[in-house]
């Protein structure tokens, strides 16, 4: 007589999963995240409108690729404070090889991810070899960057007007050549690729592997023989390749380098990682959280800002959710430490 098998491991299984720590932090997220558009849409009308659910996607593409620059270094239980300067520094970088050299738009792209991997390099030769704690390291590099783009550029901003589809990276729209009803932009779409890609590398590969295993015990990764420093070295790069992504990104929005600009975007970029699930003391997070939490401070921004919030009250509303997020993963890690 033929088994029939039961469907209740399946669904043991799945009930399990579903209430996980990182599951119920990612479900907690995205319902706040649909709880403050709730509250926006009610609060203004002017918050539904399509320019500005439009302005909403463009500023997420940017903080959200910085984002997931940060989920690298933090699973490793490290820190990146220059992501900020570092996105305005490889946009400048961009203007100088587009406009100033006059090279073809591959290379200007091509030299903002490289200068971007250079400098994560060095961030993390800093780190693994000379011992520098990762918050002085990059802290440095946040300072050397924003000085380099000012001098770069004599502090003016590098405008790409006669670089023939430039701006079209970020601004136009493909989506909407096929649906004119999705006017989503480019930027978007490049945001959720390179999201694919960080998720598919952090999951199925051998850098993903030691990226959580560095965040979990690195001294235990150190004495089963792997090499730490270089795989190390290798997480800061690889961020700082994507925070070239993010400068490329917001230079074809402005369609200038500005070279003043960046600094105290780390600082969103890190809050939309914690508010997603990835914990400070490293060793968890996803890139779908991290999505979901860069969605929340571009809402809760954008939001703020209809509302005619003053910006001394945004700040310090920012602040605030920073905080809440890293109590909250403190209070997580406790509980799990509990068990």
């Known amino acids: 007589m033929q088994k029939t098998l039961s469907p209740l491991p399946t669904e043991g299984w799945t009930k399990a999963r579903l209430f996980r720590p990182e599951m119920r932090q990612k479900l907690l997220a995205f319902a706040s995240l649909l709880a403050l558009m709730a509250f926006f849409s009610m609060a203004s009308r002017n918050f539904l409108q399509t320019d500005n659910l439009v302005a909403i996607l463009q500023a997420t593409a940017v903080n959200g690729v910085l984002a997931i620059a940060c989920t690298f270094v933090i699973i490793t239980s490290g820190i990146d404070l220059s992501v900020g300067t570092l996105m305005t520094f490889c946009a400048v970088m961009t203007g100088v090889v587009l406009t100033h050299l006059g090279w073809p738009l591959p290379l200007g792209i091509a030299a903002a991810i490289l200068t971007g991997a250079l400098c994560g390099l060095t961030s993390g030769t800093l780190i693994a070899k000379l011992k520098i704690p990762p918050f002085i390291a990059t802290l440095g590099m946040m300072m050397l960057l924003k000085g380099l783009s000012l001098v770069i550029s004599g502090t003016r901003p590098i405008y790409f007007n006669d670089t023939e589809g430039f701006s079209a990276i970020s601004q136009d729209s493909l989506i909407a050549a096929l649906i004119p009803a999705l006017p989503i932009p480019n930027a978007v779409l490049i945001l959720f690729v390179v999201a694919v890609a960080a998720s598919l590398v952090l999951n199925r590969t051998i850098l993903g592997r030691y990226t959580f295993a560095l965040g979990s015990n690195e001294e235990a990764v150190r004495l089963s023989g792997v090499n730490v420093d270089f795989w190390k070295i290798v997480v800061y790069t690889v961020s700082g390749a994507i925070c070239g992504i993010a400068g490329l990104l917001i230079a074809s ?87």
Do not use: H
């Not at 997603?276 to 959280?289: D, Y």
């Not at 939001?303 to 919030?309: E, F, P, Y």
């Not at 003053?310 to 068990?339: C, F, M, N």
């Open 253 to 339: 929005r402005l369609n200038s380098a500005q070279p003043a600009l960046g600094q105290g975007y780390e600082l969103d970029a890190i809050a939309a990682v914690v508010i997603g699930g990835t914990s400070l003391a490293g060793g968890t997070g996803t890139i779908l959280g991290t999505i979901i939490g860069a969605f929340i401070m571009s809402v809760l921004t954008n939001g703020l800002r209809i509302l005619s919030v003053a910006q001394e009250w945004q700040t310090v509303v920012t602040g605030v959710i920073i905080i809440l997020a890293v109590y909250t993963d403190i209070l997580r890690r406790r509980s799990r430490a509990a068990r």
